[in-house]
């Protein structure tokens, strides 16, 4: 077998290099789709993406369910489908662009005889419930799920969106250095492997002459 077509195996750090490189361009990829998704919805009250509109968290008031600094998505639900026990998200002022998420302890449906269904909810670390009853055209809907600390990185890009480019360019910089200098690593290596595998001229003459004698 020709050993010149054989080329020596990777070395341990360039996979390393590899591995992490993609790593780091994947979670980019999942940031940059992710951050188109937050900052397309819900900058204004009417509107949504694929029906779920997003919420940061800013009191403690649903501890320990959510903490302060997580990121709610609140699935848009009509009042027929929210149940005791669901938490909800809803503005508790027509006149406010506040809102609060906290959990339905009952439902009222056709209150007072005005067909119309109002809940009354209480914060999961608040020792009353709310003192207000929450009509059906002030809801949202209905918390789905919520992500840890993630509101503090929204709120962060918003507010601070020009340190993200100079990050990102860092980034590249590191990953092309890198690539430089294990590339570097794997040339060295192969031009080795040639030298040894492979006579010079001079050795293939040596090696004549001294069958000859």
């Known amino acids: 077998m020709d050993q010149n077509s054989q080329s020596p195996p990777e070395k341990k750090g360039y996979l390393i290099y590899v591995i992490v490189r993609k790593i780091i361009v994947y979670l980019l990829c999942i940031a940059i789709v992710v951050g188109a998704i937050l900052f ?5 009250p009417d509107k949504s993406l694929f029906g779920y509109r997003y919420y940061t968290v800013i009191t403690p008031s649903m501890t320990p369910a959510y903490k302060v600094g997580d990121m709610v998505f609140v699935q848009i639900t009509d009042a027929d489908d929210i149940a005791v026990g669901d938490v909800i998200t809803f503005n508790p002022s027509g006149d406010s ?41 002030r809801v949202i ?9 993630l ?28 690539r430089a200098y294990f590339a570097d690593d794997e040339d060295n290596a192969e031009d080795e492997a040639d030298s040894g595998s492979n006579p010079t001229e001079s050795q293939a003459d040596a090696a004549k002459i001294q069958e000859k004698e």
């Not at 397309?40 to 204004?44: C, I, V």
């Not at 809907?141 to 600390?149: A, D, H, Q, S």
């Not at 929204?154 to 860092?170: A, E, G």
């Open 141 to 149: 809907g209905r918390v789905k799920f919520g992500v840890p600390k």
């Open 40 to 44: 397309a919805s819900s900058r204004t």
């Open 151 to 178: 509101g503090y990185i929204v709120r962060f890009v918003q507010l601070r969106w020009y340190f993200i480019l100079p990050i990102l360019l860092l980034i590249g910089v590191m990953l092309r250095l890198l």
């Open 97 to 137: 662009e506040a809102y609060l998420t906290h959990r339905v302890t009952e439902k009222l449906t056709n209150y007072e005889g005005t067909g119309v269904t109002c809940f009354r909810t209480k914060g999961d670390a608040n020792d009353s419930e709310d003192a207000f009853l929450i009509d059906e055209a």
